[in-house]
């Protein structure tokens, strides 16, 4: 497979913040996965953990505050299509509200259409092939019980 040169795998984290049986999803305005709807998440800096590099980004991206962080599943995902081809190596994490009553903001407009609870049984549609993926692989992100 033909790679530009300096091209090496990143990795990313996502978290699925879940509420009752509802997920918070954002439509993405980005360069990989332009206008689909994804888990808020980002990149893996230097030094951080899993759990650090997630509520880090949801934090960043959200203004939420989260607990409970915990691994769910990792994923290889190779992004040839887009305009800039990458591959990461997503960290999937699953998290709950510290105030079940904070509201999510939409703090990087330029990156995000806006975040909004959506049901898991009635998810929008594009998802971002990654979460698409998984949802068609039967993934159940909720805690058992
Ligand atoms: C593409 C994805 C799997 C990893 C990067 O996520 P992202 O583009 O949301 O990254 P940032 O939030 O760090 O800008
Ligand atoms: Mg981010
Ligand atoms: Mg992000
Ligand atoms: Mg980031």
């Excluded at 591959?87 to 509201?103: E, I």
């Excluded at 806006?114 to 898991?120: E, I, Q, S, T, V």
Aim: charged share 25%; proline share 8%.
């Amino acid at each position: 497979m033909e790679k530009e040169a300096g091209a090496v795998p990143r990795v990313g984290v996502c978290v699925f913040l879940v509420k009752g049986k509802a997920v918070l999803l954002g439509r993405r305005l980005s360069s990989i996965g332009h206008s689909t709807f994804a888990l808020p998440g980002g990149h893996l800096e230097f030094g951080e953990s899993f759990e650090e590099c997630g509520s880090r980004e949801l934090k960043e991206e959200t203004g939420l505050d989260i607990a409970q962080v915990e691994l769910l599943t990792v994923t290889n995902n190779l992004f040839l299509e887009e305009p800039k081809p990458s591959h990461y190596v997503t960290v999937f994490m699953r998290a709950v509200l510290k105030d079940p009553q904070q509201v999510p903001q939409n703090l990087e407009p330029h990156k995000c259409d806006g975040w909004d609870w959506y049901d898991w049984d009635n998810l929008p549609k594009p998802l971002f092939w990654p979460l698409e993926k998984m949802v068609q692989d039967g993934f159940d992100p909720f805690p058992i019980g």
